[in-house]
């Protein structure tokens, strides 16, 4: 078995012999941020793997070369329907992702590294988020290694500033992260946003995090504190990311030292609302453990007619909703689907990203700990509740 998903990735001779184009929009919905220093290749691959995407979509295509001193200007004339705009000097991502805010056109914008690979219907699955849900600030997307792992569905911020990307490392099967759901920000290279804010304000990037990390982390922050939206992990949009390729090994302690500093600026402009304490994960979700949503657990013995309208709708009530089957086949995957799109948590035996089996009793037995209500007419489940949980309540 393997974790891997399917992607292409062209070597440099493919796109000296092709050329590509890119149907674009003069009054696009969603405009394509994408700044590059260098990285040739990944930049290719990425303009690459947005050609079907623009065939069903509105968009344009601003693509920032940051003063890049390979051939990355050569080959992105050779690209029909992308805009072009050459800095004199390199300015960094986030100054970047400023200047593109200012010369877009549409009403959404996708900040986009170059150094993704953007899967199938990313962008229907990005939009439909802020087409169902009210109060959108910005939607994430399931970033994957090309190992085949998670790199984040979405991520947390704690008191003191750190943040954690939420199922790093864990198989991107793993039904904990497959459900769409609200988080602390997802991260900025791939970041749907409204261009503008409720205020009519174009959005900007704060440059006391220049000349990068925590920047989008601000952002998220500003669009949950300032304007109460919310902020979403949509794990049906997916998409490779060859992180940190900007950041050699030799260049690993500059990159710890950006983090750390703009972690020390971030925890001062935010640390009245910053009020999760940093927990030990010990590989576990951090959502369960210091989440104040109340979670209400559900066995699959428990399934009737209109059941599934009854989870969706107490879903929506701002609790999280976990249902756990013995197996997967318990409903056809479509069904399954419409409840990860409502934000409910289906669970069921997966193997995990080591290869070791998660099964139902496994899966019961981790989280049943953090649930405040149990719902099920197993007489074994209601007893083993009440010995590791005394304050669960057995509907």
């Known amino acids: 078995m393997t974790h891997k998903i399917a992607y292409q990735f062209k070597p440099i001779d493919f796109f000296e012999n092709k050329e590509i184009v890119l149907r674009c929009s003069s009054k696009p919905k969603i405009s394509i941020i994408i700044p590059v220093y260098n990285q040739l290749l990944y930049t290719m691959n990425c303009l690459f793997s947005l050609i079907d995407e623009c065939n069903k979509h509105e968009v344009e295509i601003v693509v920032i070369n940051d003063n890049s001193t390979d051939d990355t200007d050569l080959f992105l004339n050779r690209v029909r329907g992308i805009k072009i705009v050459n800095n004199e000097s390199n300015l960094g991502f986030l100054k970047n992702i400023n200047k593109g805010l200012r010369v877009v056109n549409g009403d959404f914008a996708l900040l986009l590294n170059n150094d993704v690979i953007l899967l199938p219907n990313i962008l229907s699955e990005l939009l439909h988020v802020f087409e169902t849900k009210d109060n959108v600030g910005a939607v994430g997307a399931m970033a994957i290694h090309p190992t085949g792992v998670l790199l984040e569905a979405g991520s947390k911020v704690f008191e003191n500033g750190k943040a954690t990307n939420l199922g790093r490392e864990k198989s991107p099967y793993n039904p904990h992260y497959n459900y769409l759901r609200s988080v602390d920000y997802c991260s900025g290279y791939c970041l749907l946003i409204k261009k503008k804010f409720p205020n009519g304000e174009l959005v900007q990037l704060d440059e006391l995090f220049l000349p990068a990390y925590y920047e989008e982390t601000d952002l998220c922050m500003q669009l949950k504190h300032d304007y109460n939206l919310s902020i979403y992990y949509q794990p049906f949009a997916k998409l490779i990311h060859f992180e940190s390729i900007s950041y050699s090994d030799s260049k690993k302690d500059v990159k710890d030292q950006l983090i750390n500093n703009n972690r020390s600026k971030f925890q001062k402009k935010w640390n009245k609302v910053l009020k999760q304490p940093l927990v030990e994960i010990n590989g576990f979700e951090p959502d369960y ?72 009793f496994k899966i019961i037995k981790r989280i049943l700990p953090y649930c405040v209500e149990l719902n099920t007419k197993n007489v074994f489940y209601i007893l083993y509740s009440k010995v590791i949980n005394k304050k669960t309540q057995i509907n």
């Not at 059941?307 to 056809?332: A, D, R, Y």
């Open 289 to 360: 453990i210091n989440s104040s949503r109340h979670k209400i657990l559900y066995l699959d013995d428990v399934i009737e007619n209109e059941f599934l309208e009854k989870l969706i709708t107490q879903e929506k009530k701002q609790k999280h909703i976990i249902l756990v089957l013995k197996s997967k086949n318990k409903f056809e995957k479509n069904v399954i689907e419409k409840l990860q799109r409502q934000g409910v948590e289906v669970l069921y035996p997966y193997t995990t990203s080591k290869f070791k089996n998660r099964s139902y």
